[in-house]
């Protein structure tokens, strides 16, 4: 698939690491490194715009590492980028640990990836298919 980008960072295009990865890493693109205090959430700059095709969107997800070993998230996570959306990518990142967490130009703040999607359309019924979950939830499946 062919996505046109435009790149207005300092920093290469996100790329994928591996043959079967699903996701690329997104770059923070800065004038200087800042600090993300405890508890703390920003909108971090990536310095790319995108135009997707319709019936696909781009998922802004955390990074593993940073999730495990930094508490840094991404708030709305997954965050959509719609296709019809031309502004920049940014990513609203959050400080869940205790300790402060530098962020510096260039570092890998998030990944994306590109699914497709459907758009519904609403059927309104009187009643609903009965299945053998019915109506449990919220754990009513068990554990194991």
Same mark, same amino acid.
């Given at each position: 698939?062919?996505?046109?980008?435009? %790149?207005?960072?300092? $920093?290469?295009?996100?790329?994928y690491a591996s043959v079967a990865a699903a996701g690329m890493d997104l770059?923070?693109?800065?004038?200087e490194s800042f600090v993300l205090k405890s508890l703390e959430r920003t909108l971090v700059a990536t310095?790319?715009?995108?135009?997707?095709?319709?019936?696909?969107?781009?998922?802004?997800?955390?990074?593993?590492?940073?999730? @495990?070993?930094?508490?840094?998230?991404?708030?709305?996570?997954?965050?959509?980028?719609?296709?019809?959306?031309?502004?920049?990518?940014?990513?609203?990142?959050?400080?869940?640990?205790?300790?402060? @967490?530098?962020? %510096?130009?260039?570092?890998?703040?998030?990944?994306?990836?590109?699914?497709? $999607?459907?758009?519904?359309?609403?059927?309104?019924?009187?009643?609903?298919?009965?299945?053998?979950?019915?109506?449990?939830?919220?754990?009513?499946?068990?554990?194991?």
């Amino acid at each position: 698939m062919k996505i046109k980008i435009i %790149n207005k960072s300092k $920093h290469e295009l996100p790329s994928y690491a591996s043959v079967a990865a699903a996701g690329m890493d997104l770059r923070a693109n800065l004038s200087e490194s800042f600090v993300l205090k405890s508890l703390e959430r920003t909108l971090v700059a990536t310095g790319l715009f995108i135009e997707l095709p319709i019936g696909f969107e781009a998922q802004i997800r955390p990074r593993s590492g940073l999730a @495990f070993k930094n508490g840094l998230t991404v708030l709305n996570s997954p965050g959509t980028i719609d296709a019809d959306y031309r502004g920049e990518i940014k990513v609203i990142l959050v400080n869940l640990s205790k300790e402060d @967490f530098i962020i %510096n130009d260039g570092e890998r703040v998030a990944q994306m990836v590109i699914a497709r $999607h459907e758009q519904a359309d609403w059927m309104q019924v009187a009643q609903l298919d009965e299945t053998a979950r019915g109506e449990g939830g919220f754990g009513s499946t068990g554990k194991k």
